[in-house]
């Protein structure tokens, strides 16, 4: 039995993971970390990783090294520094992405080599949990990483003597945590996949069709994660401190340095108590600042940013082309998608029926921080058996890419739960081959007419018109007039599938009334419609065609 | 929860009680995620004992719909001017915000993707950690400039006096460049239309009704265009609050000033457009040929009125003289047949009378006989009408037989019951 587990590698944090004995474990560092700051630092001749190496940007930022991940197999040209303004500048070496380190000597360390010491750290902390060497890891990227990149990653892995068991999209792996906590059977349902990291916001749409995921569609924002919250506070507070002292606590790096870190600690404080203390030492000019802050203080402060999280998920959803209702879940992924804000915004936003899963809607949900590590620790788990060539071969093209259905397809029933004309057996974007089959009742008198369609979504919108007010009630004081508000109708939207295309009939004679039917829908390998009915139990009448 | 199925329509019927209707809508391709548990006993499925050629290989990855395009390279390289780059962002009120991100073609059309992406561009080009030495004057235009134009409100108002945007009404333009020449203004104007999509100046062979909407529509325009990013500064100075309440007051009357002077602008130029359209031009000439050509069909109408009185009185002429001559005819035809009728009578009476003579007055010699016979065969021809006499003078005509002759004469002297004086 070989060792395995899964690594979350982000720009801002990574997390390791295991599986054994069914359950997930995300591996803590020397330091009590989880999450791990991606972060490498050289003082003197001592390197510092994690948390370790983060305190450092505060006294020797030049020799820090952050947010790297997004170099990985790419040009200088075509790296996004912003990131490392505040840590060592990446430079132009000769094309490729390099820092110059100035610790003990001048050191010059690619991005290969930067990535290298990270995930040793890494497979570390993990054998040093597990008790034993790591024999092979999945590590997710996130969806917009090439081809190349991805190669890049394996190979430097390889580097680290760390055997890439699989690299996997970093949407898919935190569904599939998602997904596999709590015994249930896979669903089929539409998710989005809302990852609000540090530096950048990324989102997927995926599609869950019998416990297979489709990704439908994705949007990223590079200028958008748990930073920009960040930036708020340190806007707010230095104009405290401006106010206070008449010093700028921003034009100095190191101050400023010094500010962000504790920034960065009271926006997460924020996210459990609804008020935080914040306290420097010598912040700037030598003076000490102390504060505290209310979690309304800080949502009223960082509103604009909040709406861009918000709109980040509206306009991924508006691209698929679906609406809201089409939604039957938000996964929140990332350390960002902790703030109570974020996710409380989305459930107004959405319609009751979409679930947002995210610590402050659901308490059982999973650390949205660990998601993706979890999900890669148990995809490594289920493939750790297998021969390299197998799980390559597994992933190519003639394996993955299949035909999935544009349109559900189901059976036209009377009396749905809703107005719809038809009970959807196979759902849009279903891979294919598939089969499925759904139970349905024989009607009360007559043979049973069982009538193949194809479904196309409506949504229906029923107004609830406010209830009036009571004119004739008294008024209590002059000031009621004033203060009621205006209620509106409210308007109800809800999604059914009516009739679309009619793809076959079966007739069922002598059924009995009331009788339960099975209805069976499979689609062959060649696209062929093989449709069955049967009544369950009873004398057992079933018919059978295929669809032409 | 029960999903009942419908009853069989009665009378229904198929072989082996199964209907096709039709397939399904053809499949898309797409890749399924290779993780899962479910995913491994598909793959475990479709590997099972197989493998590929390298056609099916190819084909696999044919025409698949690929969720995450990886950015494809704009095909617009929009080179950044000098003046451009040593912009200060401190001015940024008279930065080309657009320029500042590459996209001054694009403007007011780019979505929020495409300035994302402008914006994503630009740093990987300008960030001034990757230009080490260089002024970060650029890097903060670019900044602001994303700045604004991803924040609705702000864009709103830097859109709204783009004045690189506009598109000035052509001065010199004729009937055949006039859409070339106007349409581009009008679509320039429509970015402020809260109404969208706003119609289209269309073509040459535009009908009437859509060339007078497509006016009307900009004529009653609802534009959100506002004239805040004009605004003089207001002092942050909560020292001098007259100060900065007078300089409010002043940014609010000019921005009204400016709204009443932007809808006259606007009615102006369609004033101007429509003065010069060639389609109006067009449908006033054929409105003009077509009252003219109502006209003459009205009058055509009088004309053939008259045409058609004078024509019926002619007519009517014409029957009229036909009508004479024709009754002129049958009086004359009557007057001949008279005459004839006359004749015949004379030659009768002649044939009556002569055959007395004929027969020698049945041998009578006396004048008195003989003058009876005569005044008895005067009273019988007096007696017969014309019918009559022509029957006797046919029994009479050419008989020699005395007694024959005097049968005749005695039959009709009873049946008249003449005073016969012979032929008692
Ligand atoms: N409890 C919390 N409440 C709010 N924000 C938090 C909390 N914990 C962590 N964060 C924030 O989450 C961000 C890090 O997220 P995560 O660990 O998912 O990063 P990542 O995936 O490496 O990000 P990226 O690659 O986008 O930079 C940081 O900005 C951090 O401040």
New interface residues.
């Given amino acids: 039995m070989s060792t395995v587990i899964g690594i979350a590698f982000g720009n801002t944090t990574s997390s390791i993971a295991v599986e054994k004995d069914g359950k997930v474990e995300v591996i803590a560092n020397q330091d009590g970390d989880r999450a791990i700051p991606s972060t490498l630092s050289y003082v003197n001749t001592d390197e510092y990783h994690g948390a370790q190496a983060k305190a450092q940007l505060v006294r020797h930022a030049n020799n820090t090294i952050t947010n790297f991940r997004d170099f990985i197999g790419k040009p200088?040209?075509?790296?996004?520094?912003?990131n490392?303004?505040a840590s060592a500048?990446?430079?132009?070496n000769d094309g490729e992405v390099a820092f110059k380190i100035t610790a003990n000597s001048e050191e010059i360390l690619s991005v290969e080599e930067v990535v290298k010491r990270h995930l040793i750290k890494l497979i570390d902390s993990a054998s040093d949990y597990i008790g034993k060497p790591i024999d092979g890891a999945v590590i997710a990227v996130p969806?917009?990483f090439?081809e190349a990149e991805r190669k890049a990653l394996v190979s430097i892995a390889e580097k680290a003597n760390l055997k890439v068991l699989?690299v996997?999209?970093e949407p898919?792996?935190a569904l599939?945590a998602h997904?596999?906590a709590g015994n249930h059977l896979?669903q089929d349902k539409i998710t989005v996949v809302a990852d609000f990291g540090g530096s950048r916001s990324d989102g997927?749409v995926?599609a869950s069709r019998?416990?297979?995921?489709?990704?439908?569609?994705?949007s990223h924002?590079?200028?958008l994660g748990g930073s920009n919250l960040d930036e708020v506070l340190i806007d707010f507070f230095a104009k405290e401190f401006q106010k206070k002292f008449n010093t700028d606590a921003k034009s100095e790096p190191r101050s400023l340095a010094k500010l962000r870190a504790e920034c960065e600690q009271t926006k997460k404080t924020l996210s459990n108590s609804t008020s935080s203390t914040i306290a420097i030492e010598s912040m700037a000019g030598g003076y000490d600042f102390h504060s505290t802050i209310n979690r309304l203080r800080f949502e009223v402060a960082s509103r604009?940013v909040f709406e861009k999280f918000t709109s980040f998920v509206e306009?991924l959803v508006k691209k698929t082309g679906f609406d809201f209702l089409d939604i039957d879940e938000i996964l929140l992924v990332g350390g960002t998608s902790q703030t109570p804000k974020i996710a409380n915004a989305l459930v107004n936003l959405f319609p009751e029926s979409t679930k947002v899963v995210a610590p402050v809607t659901d308490t059982k949900a999973i650390n949205p921080n660990e998601l993706i590590a979890r999900?890669c620790a148990?995809?490594a788990s289920?493939?750790s058996s297998f021969e390299q060539e197998?799980i390559d071969?597994?992933?190519?093209?003639?394996?993955?890419?299949?035909?999935?259905?544009?349109?559900s397809?189901g059976?036209?029933?009377?009396?749905?739960?809703d107005k719809s004309d038809i009970?959807t057996i196979l759902e849009h974007?279903t891979?294919?081959p598939i089969r499925k089959s759904?139970i349905?009742?024989?009607?009360q008198?007559?043979?049973?007419?069982?009538?193949i369609f194809?479904g196309e979504p409506e949504i229906v919108v029923t107004r609830i018109e406010a209830p009036k007010k009571d004119e004739s009630a008294p008024a209590d004081d002059e000031e009621s007039d004033w203060s009621e508000e205006e209620e509106d109708d409210e308007e109800i939207r809800e999604k059914i599938v009516k009739a679309g295309?009619?793809?076959?009939?079966?007739?069922?004679?002598g059924v009995a009334p009331g009788a339960k039917?099975e209805v069976i829908l499979n689609?062959t390998k060649d696209?062929k419609?093989q449709?069955s009915a049967r009544e369950i139990g009873g004398n057992g009448v079933a018919?059978?065609?295929?669809?032409? | 929860m029960s999903d009942t199925l419908p009853q069989l329509p009665s009378g229904w019927t198929a072989p082996e009680a199964f209907a096709s209707f039709g397939s399904f809508t053809a499949p898309n391709k797409r890749a399924v995620e290779p993780v899962g548990p479910a995913f491994l006993a598909h793959a475990r499925r479709t590997l099972h004992g197989r493998t590929w050629s390298e056609d099916e290989k190819i084909q696999a990855q044919e025409n698949v719909i690929v969720a995450d395009v990886v950015e494809e390279e704009s095909e617009d390289e929009e080179g950044e001017s000098e003046e451009l780059l040593n912009h200060s962002a401190r001015d940024w009120k008279t930065l080309d915000l657009y320029g500042a991100l590459g996209l001054k073609r694009h403007r007011w059309r780019a979505d929020e993707d495409k300035i994302r992406k402008a914006h994503r561009k630009s740093v990987l080009k300008h960030h001034p950690d990757k230009k080490a030495g260089q002024q970060d004057g650029f890097f903060k235009c670019i900044q602001k400039a994303f700045e604004i134009l991803m924040d609705p409100t702000k864009r709103k108002q830097f859109d709204s006096v783009d004045s690189r945007a506009d598109v000035l009404p052509p001065t010199k333009f004729n009937a055949d460049n006039f859409i070339e020449l106007w349409g581009p203004v009008f679509e320039a104007e429509g970015r402020f239309s809260r109404v969208q999509p706003v119609p289209k100046i269309g073509t040459m062979e535009s009908p009437k009704e859509e060339v007078n909407k497509f006016y009307s529509f900009f004529y009653a325009l609802d534009s959100w265009r506002t004239f805040e990013f004009l605004d003089e500064d207001v002092p942050d100075d909560t020292s001098n609050r007259d100060n900065k309440r007078y300089i409010e007051k002043k940014n609010f009357a000019a921005r009204k000033k400016r709204k009443t002077e932007e809808l006259a602008r606007l009615r102006k130029l369609i004033d101007t457009a429509i003065a010069s359209d060639p389609r109006i031009k067009l449908f006033k000439e054929n409105e003009k040929a077509a009252k003219e050509k109502a006209k003459w069909d009205r009058e055509a109408d009088t004309r053939k009125a008259a045409e058609d009185a004078k024509k019926a009185a002619e007519e009517a002429a014409a029957a009229k003289e036909a009508e004479e001559k024709a009754a002129k005819e049958a009086k004359e035809g009557a007057k001949k047949n008279k005459e004839a009728a006359k004749n015949a009578k004379k030659k009768n009476k002649r044939t009556i009378r002569g055959s007395v003579k004929d027969v020698g007055y049945f041998g009578e010699s006396s004048a008195a006989q003989i003058d009876a016979i005569l005044s008895d065969v005067d009273a019988l021809i007096e007696k017969f009408d014309d019918l009559e006499l022509s029957e006797v003078a046919g029994k009479l005509a050419g008989v020699t037989d005395a007694s024959t002759v005097k049968s005749v004469f005695t039959e009709s002297a009873t049946k008249h019951a003449i005073p016969a004086k012979f032929f008692a």
């Fill in positions: 200088f040209e075509n790296i996004d520094v912003s490392c303004h500048h990446p430079f132009n969806t917009d090439t699989q996997i999209n898919t792996a599939l997904a596999s896979p997927a995926i019998g416990g297979m995921f489709t990704v439908l569609a994705t924002d590079y200028t604009s306009a999900g148990l995809q289920l493939i197998q071969e597994s992933i190519e093209p003639v394996v993955t890419v299949a035909p999935h259905l544009t349109k397809i059976v036209q029933i009377t009396n749905g739960t009970l974007d891979a294919l759904k349905v009742v024989a009607p008198a007559g043979d049973a007419l069982v009538a194809e295309k009619k793809l076959a009939e079966i007739g069922l004679e039917i689609i696209l419609l449709v018919v059978r065609g295929v669809v032409a």
